[in-house]
Nanobody, 124 residues
Framework: QVQLVESGGGLVQAGDSLRLSCAASGRTFSTYAVAWFRQASGKEREFVAAMHRSGDNTYYADSVKGRFTMSRDNAKNTVYLQMDNLKPEDTAVYYC?????????????????WGQGTQVTVSS
């Protein structure tokens, strides 16, 4: 497993942008698939975006497609989530996850390493 630490959350207004970062430990991080999930208060954790270990294949939830962009810098062991045109419904705790299998999926059950989460709050 790898250790993951998210940062970059905060309170913003609708239409603003934020960039979340996820710093990973471990020399084999480049072989992991990575993903972002989020959990709003009182709701189940849901898929946001996932990226194959190679970075070639990236998947997004329909609710964020066209507004969020996921990227990774394996040299820095860091994953990013650029969030543009934020909406109040994007308010949630955002979690970074990694899967040693290396293949990106949308199921949280496939991910074996998780960060502690970072709060994103979007006011209207």
């Amino acid at each position: 497993q790898v250790q993951l630490v998210e940062s970059g959350g905060g309170l913003v207004q609708a239409g603003d942008s934020l960039r979340l970062s996820c710093a990973a430990s471990g020399r084999t991080f480049s072989t992991y698939a990575v993903a972002w999930f989020r959990q709003a208060s009182g709701k189940e954790r849901e898929f946001v975006a996932a990226m194959h270990r190679s970075g070639d294949n990236t998947y997004y939830a329909d609710s964020v497609k066209g507004r969020f962009t996921m990227s990774r810098d394996n040299a820095k062991n860091t994953v990013y989530l650029q969030m543009d045109n934020l909406k109040p419904e994007d308010t949630a705790v955002y979690y970074c996850a990694a899967d040693r299998d290396g293949t990106a999926t949308m199921s949280l059950l496939d991910f074996d390493s998780w960060g502690q989460g970072t709060q994103v709050t979007v006011s209207s």
